[in-house]
């Protein structure tokens, strides 16, 4: 567990650490305001990742230190499912006895701080952070989308029926296909050194978000 604190006003928490990577590398290349970001497993002591590691990632976190000038929480994860996503987001709060925003864009309550949850890649579609990213992706490599259809159609991947999984074979094919430095890095890695590009339209949405988060608090 690294996380030990608050050291910002507002604190993002998301599911993973090209989720981490990702969103650093548009709020640095986008001027948005600043947020400490960690994922899940960071924030608890049994280190579980993903959204299961939300609940446990809350729990107990107004006793660190720094969370008296905590202005507002928010947590991004997947809309792997419809409804069913924002639903486990909600525990976070709701399984330590917050109050969790009632809708992906009202605001719920933390002890007086307000919380918001943001849908990756947005609330109403059903996807995850490499669905987000493919356009990204294909902009910096437009061979991309044909070579590793073809790759997954040999291989019977296009047939797997679990929606991350087949996103992450996508984002992840395309890196290993062509990062030629080092194929072996993750999506997060290639946003943070500027391979991919976070100013790519794809994440104008989240930039949105992110900008009008303050408003949206009201803090």
């Known amino acids: 567990m690294s996380f030990s604190g608050f050291t910002k006003a507002r604190f993002m928490l998301c599911e993973g650490d090209d989720d981490k990577g990702v969103l650093e590398a548009i709020i640095s290349a ?10 899940s497993a960071e924030c ?16 107990g976190m107004e006793a660190l230190s720094g969370f008296r000038s905590l202005r507002a929480l928010l947590i991004v994860t997947d809309n792997d499912t419809l409804q069913t996503s924002f639903a486990e987001a909600q ?20 002890l007086q701080k307000p ?36 790759f997954l159609q040999c291989s019977g991947a296009n047939a ?6 087949l996103s992450k074979a996508r984002a992840r094919s395309a890196a290993v296909g062509f990062y ?5 890095k993750g999506i997060g890695h290639l946003f943070r050194n500027g391979t991919l590009s976070a100013l790519d339209h794809c994440f104008d ?15």
Request: glycine fraction near 10%; charge should be negative.
């Open 115 to 150: 919380v918001s949850i943001l849908m990756i890649p947005d609330h109403g579609t059903v996807g995850d952070l490499e669905t987000l990213c493919l356009p990204a992706i294909h902009a910096k490599w437009p061979d991309a989308q044909g070579c590793v259809t073809a």
């Open 205 to 219: 949405g989240v930039a949105n978000f992110l900008q009008n988060f303050d408003a949206m608090c009201g803090i």
């Open 30 to 39: 986008r001027g948005l305001p600043e947020f400490q970001i960690c994922h």
């Open 91 to 110: 525990r976070a709060f709701t399984d330590n006895g917050h109050t969790a925003p009632a809708n992906p864009t009202s605001v719920g309550d933390m």
């Open 44 to 59: 608890n002591a049994e280190a579980t990742g993903g959204k299961t590691g939300f609940v446990k990632a809350i729990k």
């Open 160 to 165: 797997w029926t679990k929606r991350a999984s």
């Open 180 to 184: 030629e430095p080092d194929p072996y």
